[in-house]
């Protein structure tokens, strides 16, 4: 699958706003008839563009080919305001408050290393943020995952 076209993009809001939102409400929200729906939803499960049951998108396949993870060092008394800078930058999909090297680590996509270069000049400038540290992603061999955990636990308790 190529491209997405406007009725996928908004079907992929749709679910991500609501993972577990049943057909008939999906074809009621977007106009579109339970068959269109459906239909749409399993060529996105197919083609691998929804991953993990609908819970999970394919960056590669919205065209941002470059991840990133970003170390921020910040002077902590900006520390809400990075945070809250970074949360209207749609190119950032996670921000985490750490302890260690740096102050907030986040996960940047982006389509290029120029968008990607962009998105850090957008962090660089953000009051009270002090310096900034970045490692490109080559590739996911492990994605996020709770079912090792919930098996364990599952295997512990009788």
């Keep these: 699958m190529s491209k997405l076209d406007t009725m996928d993009r ?3 809001l749709e679910l991500i706003k609501d993972p577990r939102a049943q057909i008939g409400e999906l074809s009621e929200t977007l106009g579109i008839a339970r068959n269109t729906a459906q239909t749409r939803i399993k060529r996105l499960l197919r083609s691998g563009i929804l991953r993990n049951g609908g819970r999970e998108i394919d960056l590669e396949s919205l065209e941002y080919d470059v991840v990133a993870f970003v170390t921020i060092e910040v002077n902590h008394r ?5 945070i809250a800078a970074l949360r209207t930058q749609a ?12 102050d907030i ?3 940047v996509a982006a389509t290029d290393t120029h968008h990607l270069q962009s998105a850090l000049r957008f ?3 953000i009051k ?3 310096r900034t540290e970045t490692e490109l992603v080559l590739h996911e061999h492990i994605p996020y995952r709770a079912q090792p955990l919930l098996t364990g636990m599952a295997e512990t308790t009788g």
């Design 128 to 130: 009270g943020v002090l």
């Design 91 to 102: 190119q950032v999909l996670e921000v985490y408050e750490i302890a260690g090297r740096g």
């Design 123 to 125: 962090i660089l400038r």
């Design 10 to 12: 908004r079907l992929l």
């Design 105 to 107: 680590w986040c996960r």
């Design 78 to 82: 900006e520390l809400d305001g990075v």
